[in-house]
């Protein structure tokens, strides 16, 4: 474990871990509600949830109407939680499922993908974005850096990377594609 966080560049101490899975499991919640939920100075929350949003853990949203910050966790701060084995599998299979929009995967394949991206993080992986994290582990598997064991799950994400970029692209263009993306191995 201890490799991993060192990989991951992020310490966290217990009252962090709390913070991260007061957030985790109320979400979307404001600093407030973390502060009160667990007993701490709110200038401490929010002063927590700055670094962790400069460190990509958690991102916010303006509540409409009173534009209170609504905070979430992003994927890496779910796999943080995961490196310090502090969060369930069934409920990081269903944020990290949510958060890469990969709806008609099984928890057992997110938990495999989630653990291939522990396995193979280095400093600066983009693993907020399913595209750009897709196109990372794309190269990686190229280049022979990563298990042809995991072909198919691997296949399967790279497709779905694929038709989001290409859903950026147009619709058009996906309609005018789509039949090769369904049909085309990608490794």
Same mark, same amino acid.
Not at 62 to 88: D, F, N, T
């Given at each position: 474990?201890? !490799?991993?966080?060192?990989?991951?560049?992020?310490?966290?101490?217990?009252?962090?871990? &709390?913070?991260?899975?007061?957030?985790? !499991?109320?979400?979307?919640?404001?600093?407030?509600?973390?502060?009160?939920?667990? &007993?701490?100075?709110?200038?401490?929350?929010?002063?927590?949830?700055?670094? %962790?949003?400069?460190?990509?853990?958690?991102?916010?949203? $303006?509540?409409?109407?009173?534009?209170?910050?609504?905070?979430?966790?992003?994927?890496?701060?779910?796999?943080?939680?995961?490196?310090?084995?502090?969060?369930?599998?069934?409920? =990081?299979?269903?944020? +990290? &499922?949510?958060?890469?929009? +990969?709806?008609?995967?099984?928890?057992?394949?997110?938990?495999?993908?989630?653990?291939? %991206?522990?396995?193979?993080?280095?400093? !600066?992986?983009?693993?907020?974005?399913?595209?750009?994290?897709?196109?990372?582990?794309?190269?990686?598997?190229?280049? !022979?850096?990563?298990? =042809?064991?995991?072909?198919?799950?691997?296949?399967?994400? %790279?497709?779905?990377? %694929?038709?989001?970029?290409?859903?950026?692209?147009?619709?058009? $263009?996906?309609?005018? $594609?789509?039949?090769?993306?369904?049909?085309?191995?990608?490794?």
């Amino acid at each position: 474990m201890s !490799g991993l966080l060192e990989r991951f560049d992020v310490r966290l101490d217990e009252r962090e871990l &709390r913070i991260l899975l007061g957030i985790i !499991g109320s979400e979307p919640t404001t600093a407030y509600k973390v502060a009160v939920d667990n &007993r701490m100075h709110f200038s401490y929350v929010y002063k927590k949830l700055w670094s %962790f949003e400069q460190e990509g853990l958690v991102a916010y949203f $303006c509540e409409p109407g009173s534009g209170r910050k609504l905070y979430y966790v992003l994927p890496k701060g779910v796999l943080i939680l995961m490196a310090y084995e502090a969060l369930g599998p069934k409920m =990081a299979a269903d944020k +990290l &499922r949510d958060r890469w929009n +990969l709806k008609d995967f099984s928890d057992d394949e997110i938990l495999e993908l989630a653990h291939i %991206f522990l396995n193979n993080y280095r400093p !600066g992986t983009p693993v907020n974005d399913s595209v750009m994290s897709a196109y990372v582990l794309y190269t990686r598997y190229l280049a !022979g850096e990563l298990n =042809a064991r995991n072909r198919a799950l691997l296949n399967k994400f %790279f497709r779905r990377a %694929f038709e989001a970029l290409i859903g950026l692209i147009g619709e058009g $263009c996906l309609q005018k $594609c789509g039949q090769d993306i369904a049909s085309r191995d990608y490794i």
